[in-house]
């Protein structure tokens, strides 16, 4: 239990899904974060394909904010900053200012690449070799498996986490993959190591919830084994209730909130991006940033 109160209301941003369980498994997730922080005021919402969007979620932290602290603090739920954090949700924050005047919103940190996420990473593998009867490290392959997004900044976090989980791990082949907008996607990573003698390959999803990516993801790994009968594929857990993800998003918040040591600006990347002043974000698109070819998203993170 958090021993530190806050005199701000929390507004816990999740992604949504079209999926009903990942909108769920994200109501439980800030349910057992209130438990975690009595002493905390915490509303949800969702940027998409849920029942309490971004403009009525920030109403109704404003509503409370307003009987106590008038200060809101909004805290993604999101791994990696691609358009959804550094244009959407700014944008809605700027028109709930405009709504609430006397309403002091603070944006916090998305949880971006951050030990907190390799330990997750590392556990994760580990659980995923036992499976496997503990192969030896160097002839099994390790996948990273991102969502993939149009942002390089979003994708070189996966890559990463592939880096350093490379630095503390045995294996000599971590590779990055994506399930959609970017490349290399899942098949393409897998024949590649296969090619590279690789007789076992651990699949680690980096995404928080359970969703429609991560079914397609299942049918993906099942198809896989199918066409390699000789691979031993396992494929790891999506993040979801990991305490480390607890702990970072708490530190996010007492971040935005000037109430840490920790030497960390508070400024979003969206604040100094180029972006942000010339290109209008479109509600249901993800934002764009342009870039020449896919030939940088396609390099393997490998040792």
Not at 32 to 48: A, G, L, M, V, Y
Request: one cysteine or more; hydrophobic letters at 40%.
């Amino acid at each position: 239990m958090n021993s530190i109160t806050l005199d701000s209301t929390v507004l816990l941003v999740g992604h949504g899904s079209r999926n009903s369980e990942g909108n769920r498994e994200i109501e439980c997730f800030a349910s057992s974060w209130r438990e975690q922080n009595p002493d905390w005021h915490i509303e949800t919402c969702f940027i998409e394909f849920a029942d309490v969007l971004l403009d009525a979620g920030l109403d109704n932290a404003a509503r409370h904010a307003a009987d106590n602290s008038g200060r809101v603090i909004i805290a993604p739920l999101i791994l990696n900053a691609a358009g959804h954090v550094k244009i959407e949700i700014p944008q809605f924050i700027q028109q709930a200012r405009l709504r609430h005047p006397g309403i002091e919103f603070l944006y916090a940190r998305h949880l971006g690449a951050d030990d907190a996420i390799l330990m997750v990473l590392k556990r994760e593998l580990g659980k995923v070799m036992r499976t496997l009867d503990m192969p030896d490290p160097k002839t099994t392959g390790v996948i990273l498996l991102g969502r993939g997004s149009s942002d390089r900044v979003a994708n070189g976090e996966v890559a990463k986490m592939a880096r350093w989980l490379y630095e503390e791990s045995d294996h000599e082949i971590i590779d990055i993959a994506f399930t959609g907008i970017t490349w290399p996607r899942l098949e393409r990573v897998l024949q590649q190591q296969v090619a590279l003698g690789i007789t076992q390959v651990a699949i680690l999803p980096y995404y928080l919830f359970t969703g429609t990516l991560i079914e397609r993801i299942k049918r993906q790994v099942a198809r896989l084994q199918s066409q390699h009968p000789q691979l031993a594929i396992k494929c790891g857990s999506y993040f979801g209730f990991e305490k480390e993800i607890y702990a970072l998003l708490n530190s996010r918040v007492l971040q935005a909130a000037g109430r840490t040591d920790e030497v960390e600006s508070n400024m979003m990347e969206c604040d100094g991006c180029r972006y942000k002043e010339d290109v209008l974000y479109e509600p249901g698109h993800e934002h764009h940033h342009h870039h020449h070819s896919h030939t940088e998203a396609s390099d393997k993170v490998t040792a």
